[in-house]
């Protein structure tokens, strides 16, 4: 039995909330899901501030994510 090695993220939310700055919260994942299979090679893409280092951050659980799931 063969058993394939994956990232998978499911509905992951998380915000980030400025205490010293009003308060402000910052949505910056908002329902992520996707997956990875061993050997495949993806491209995290976007615009500077838009989460790709967060993201990154909660898969190797650096950040704790508020809501979701990371396989
Ligand atoms: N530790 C933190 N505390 C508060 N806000 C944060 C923190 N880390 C990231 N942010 C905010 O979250 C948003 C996403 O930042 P992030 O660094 O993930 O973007 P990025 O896509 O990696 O940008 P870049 O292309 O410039 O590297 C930004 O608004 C950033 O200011
Ligand atoms: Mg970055």
Redesign the pocket.
């Known amino acids: 039995m063969t058993t394939e090695t994956k990232i998978i993220v499911s509905d992951v939310n998380k915000t980030?909330v400025?205490h010293n700055q009003n308060g402000i919260t910052?949505d910056?994942l908002s329902n992520a899901n996707f997956s990875v299979a061993s050997g495949e090679c993806v491209v995290l893409n976007?615009r500077?501030?838009?989460?790709?280092?967060?993201l990154l951050r909660a898969l190797y659980a650096n950040y704790l994510v508020d809501t979701g799931n990371i396989e």
């Open positions: 980030f400025l910052l910056v976007g500077s501030g838009s989460g790709k280092s967060t």
